[in-house]
């Protein structure tokens, strides 16, 4: 099962470093150099995540001159849906008029949620037989963002991404490295809105107490960090034993797009050599489950994914969870 198109939309909306600044109490100049965005998107009033990613499904249609009447899988990663009920993916495949015999469900994972899915299709599509699947990331954390904490506010940004998977040609997935540390989920959080703090009682009819604070997302960075370089170092050590490669084999590395300054760190811990980075932070920010699959198809457009080319991908954050894997294009 391979990798054959990757396909990406942003928001109307965009917002620079100076703008976030303002916003967050923060320097433009901490920003662009710790964070290392410049420029990110965020869904306006009038956008919603669904319609962002069937715009990203439609770029995709368009560029490999096809509909979806072949698709008999569709996978979507978010952790924030348009809707509680029903899920993401039931009204992708309506606004894409996918057949109805189209299996179609949401995973909900953030930052390692697109190498998670990865495999979670290819297994899926050898098991049932499906020639041809999509695979949807849309994460529009700005809907659930206090825009004055500089801890969320100044890091991510909104994006969506289509990637097409078929049994015939493209780039093949490889053996995933997997982890989650659920110890430390708490350092991502949004504590209101689910069945153990809900907004809202409908038994008694009536909001339930809660704070701002409790309903949007909180990251605690310090632990992210530590986290990350206690984890992903053994996960890409491991993924690249079971995949028979070494660090010099690899052409390319596409971490999630964290922050530049996670990045960095997390390179010179590897020991990943400067040029073989990938980095598009500096564009669109954190943009959750879409960084990796927009990575992967900067590759392509840059006519750096030639037959032959070898790129790790690894993903981590919100679970706390983890996820490595290689494409072998």
Request: a negative charge.
């Amino acid at each position: 099962m391979r990798i054959k198109a990757i396909s990406s939309a942003v928001p109307k909306t965009k917002l620079s470093a100076a703008d976030v600044a303002d916003l967050v109490g923060a320097s433009a100049e901490f920003i662009e150099q710790k964070v290392g965005s410049s420029t990110r998107y965020v869904l306006g009033p009038d956008e919603t995540g669904v319609a962002l990613a069937t715009q990203a499904c439609h770029r995709l249609f368009e560029r490999e001159s096809m509909n979806g009447s072949g698709i008999g899988l569709l996978v979507c990663v978010t952790q924030t849906p348009d809707y509680r009920i029903p899920h993401n993916s039931a009204l992708l495949q309506h606004a894409l008029e996918l057949p109805t015999s189209c299996a179609a469900f949401d995973i909900n994972l953030g930052c390692s949620g697109y190498v998670y899915a990865l495999s979670v299709c290819k297994g899926l599509m050898a098991a049932q037989n499906i020639a041809s699947a999509l695979l949807v990331t849309v994460d529009p954390y700005s809907k659930i963002m206090d825009i004055h904490d500089k801890n969320t506010m100044a890091v991510f940004g909104d994006a969506a991404t289509a990637t097409l998977m078929g049994n015939d040609s493209g780039a093949e997935i490889g053996n995933a490295n997997l982890g989650t540390d659920g110890s430390q989920s708490m350092d991502l959080t949004v504590k209101a809105g689910g069945a153990a703090q809900p907004l809202f009682s409908i038994a008694h009819e009536q909001p339930v107490q809660f704070t701002k604070e409790d309903a949007a997302l909180h990251m605690y960075g310090r632990g992210i960090f530590n986290f990350v370089m206690k984890n992903v170092p053994g996960s890409i050590a491991a993924c690249l034993e079971q995949n028979g490669e070494t660090l010099e084999s690899i052409d390319y590395f596409a971490l999630h797009q964290g922050s530049r300054y996670m990045l960095e760190a997390l390179a010179k811990n590897v020991g990943i050599p400067a040029e073989k980075m990938c980095y598009n932070i500096e564009h669109y920010g954190n943009t959750v489950s879409s960084t990796v699959p927009m990575l992967l198809e900067d590759l392509r457009d840059q006519g750096k994914a030639l037959p032959g080319t070898k790129v790790l991908v690894s993903g981590f954050g919100v679970g706390l969870s983890w996820a490595t894997n290689i494409v072998y294009f």
